[in-house]
């Protein structure tokens, strides 16, 4: 897999505005954003009350996201092209989700929001209508999403990456410094976990870094390349960005992401937390 | 529902849910010729340098970061390549106020 297989830069979005069976989603949790202004033609998707289930803590299950996409007028056979603010966190969460749900054509916006509007290109406020669609999705790839047990099972085995700030990591903060503190539950990270914030991977404008510099941030860090990892942050969704930089542009065989992340890891009765500085 | 990680508004006052007491606030205003930008983008980085969070400016200009006690920095980018850094060190029960000149 090479990079354009996944990744397209804002030039060639410009370029491809207008091209047919082509789709372009913003995707945010706070969707205030796109209703300022959007890139041209975008439907969003509100990450909050679309793509998590109202009740459990999970996503919507097929049938929803089958719904979702219907409504949204998106077809099996559309290229799907993500993007959205916080460095494309949401985005890449929803790219993971789109994957875990068996769509092949999808395509995340190097840099997202930010990029483009650091570039000043133009955002406007026409929300589009696509007529809906009969979407049909798979079951869910499981080889993509780890669940808890598998991470306990990870200690000491497989690459376990904590990609939160290092703050988080040491225990020190329970969530990014952008938002309040408080939290139920414990502060650390999971024995043997290397920390490697999600960030090393992107350059201030949100953009990618190069495979070579990527390859060597992790490598640097003591992750073995030829091993099984798993990423992990608070909530799965900066973990979808490492995922995509592992798997989707390294090409890596065996990554998964965490999505119960830290809020339930740091929940659980009895599993093992370490504290402190990365060793 | 569990709480997502995007940045709440960036308001100028403190949200009514937030008890500074046990918060370390870094808050700021981003200026263009003396009058408030929003859409720039401010990164807090660590006192090693490390990206910790980032927020985009509100119609105020403003921004907010809840951080920990210590040394830190605020990165602000904006369109046409603007990138200034500013210093500022963060203690639980105050708010570090900054004024951001692009």
Redesign the interface.
């Known amino acids: 897999m090479s990079r354009s297989d996944v990744l397209v830069d804002a030039e060639w979005v410009e370029s491809n505005l207008d091209a047919p069976a082509l789709v372009l989603v913003e995707v945010d949790e706070d969707v205030s954003a796109y209703d300022k202004g959007h890139i041209r033609g975008a439907v969003k998707i509100d990450w909050k009350t679309e793509l998590q289930d109202p009740v459990r803590r999970d996503f919507v299950d097929k049938t929803g996201f089958e719904e979702l996409l219907s409504r949204k007028g998106i077809a099996n056979d559309d290229l799907v092209i993500l993007y959205g603010g916080n460095n494309n966190w949401f985005a890449a969460y929803a790219y993971w989700y789109f994957k875990l749900y068996g769509h092949d054509k999808v395509k995340l916006l190097d840099g997202g929001r930010k990029k483009w509007e650091l570039d000043s290109r133009e955002l406007v406020e026409d929300v589009p209508s696509r007529p809906a669609t009969q979407y049909k999705a798979k079951e869910q790839d499981l080889t993509i999403r780890a669940f808890r047990d598998e991470v306990v099972d990870a200690i000491s085995t497989k690459n376990l990456i904590d990609v939160r700030s290092p703050d988080e990591f040491s225990g020190k903060l329970l969530a990014p410094a952008h938002l309040p503190q408080e939290q139920a539950q414990r502060a650390g990270h999971v024995p043997t976990a290397r920390s490697i914030p999600w960030s090393k991977a992107a350059n201030d404008d949100g953009t990618f870094k190069s495979d070579e510099e990527l390859r060597k941030i992790y490598s640097d860090a003591g992750v073995d390349l030829s091993k099984s990892t798993i990423a992990y942050c608070r909530i799965g969704e900066r973990s979808s960005h490492t995922w995509f930089a592992l798997r989707e542009l390294l090409g890596l065989p065996d990554v998964k992401n965490y999505d119960g992340s830290w809020t339930e890891y740091g929940s659980l009765v009895g599993v093992p937390i370490e504290l402190g500085e990365p060793k | 529902?569990?709480?997502?990680?995007?940045?709440?508004?960036q308001t100028a006052s403190l949200?009514a849910?937030?008890?500074l007491a046990?918060?370390a606030v870094i808050q700021g205003t981003v200026t263009r010729a003396g009058a408030p930008v929003s859409?720039a983008?401010a990164?807090?980085l660590?006192s090693?340098g490390?990206?910790?969070?980032?927020?985009?400016t509100g119609d105020e200009g403003v921004f907010?970061?809840?951080?920990?006690d210590g040394d830190w920095t605020v990165?602000v980018?904006?369109?046409?390549g603007v990138?200034v850094d500013s210093t500022v060190t963060a203690k639980t029960g105050e708010v570090a106020a900054l004024e951001v000149a692009i």
């Open positions: 529902m569990t709480q997502g990680c995007a940045a709440p508004a949200p849910t937030v008890d046990n918060e859409s983008y990164r807090l660590d090693t490390e990206f910790t969070a980032e927020v985009v907010r970061f809840f951080a920990a990165r980018l904006a369109a046409g990138s």
